[in-house]
């Protein structure tokens, strides 16, 4: 864990010579073209990070397997999920990161949207959890934050450098 916070801080630095640049290239946009892209038939379910232990449980008393998938495994799912503090990212940066992964959070979205295991108030509450990171927040503003958030458009508001939706890939 001190090896990705330190990897992570180092591209947030800017630093492009580093070992494990690779690592940034699979995220969730990957993810998504290669699996719910590809199938949209087959239903999707999802463990959230921040909500590890109760994703894990409640999909496996779903599948009707809690006691042998859960329980022989409870201690493996246990992580502590730090968020950066305003010392380590400022909120500048913060918006810069979320301009530089803007597919990534978008596809994160439409992946939870898809999510048969959650309902709509789980979906709203990690969605908003992203609009938060990236500095969009429903407390700051009179206007209501529309789900699904519409991340292209946020994006050609405010990020005002070449990025991802800037060419056609």
Not at 91 to 108: E, F, H, N, P
Not at 116 to 143: A, F, P, Y
């Amino acid at each position: 864990a001190q090896r990705c916070r330190d990897l992570g801080r180092l591209v947030l630095q800017g630093n492009k010579a580093i070992d494990g640049l690779q690592h940034f290239d699979k995220g969730f946009h990957h993810y998504a073209q290669a699996s719910m892209d590809q199938r949209p038939h087959v239903p999707v379910v999802v463990v959230r990070t921040e909500h590890l232990s109760y994703d894990a449980k409640n999909l496996a008393e779903a599948m009707g397997d809690y006691d042998t998938v859960f329980d022989n495994h409870r201690n493996k799912g246990k992580r502590n999920v730090t968020k950066p503090d305003a010392q380590t990212i400022s909120k500048m940066d913060m918006t810069g990161l979320c301009c530089q992964i803007i597919r990534d959070l978008d596809a994160y979205q439409r992946i939870l949207l898809a999510a048969r295991n959650l309902n709509s108030t789980e979906k709203q509450e990690s969605i908003q959890g992203s609009l938060d990171e990236c500095g969009i927040n429903r407390h700051t503003t009179d206007i209501p934050i529309p789900i699904p958030f519409d991340w292209t458009s946020w994006y050609r508001h405010k990020c005002q450098f070449t990025g991802p939706f800037s060419k056609k890939k």
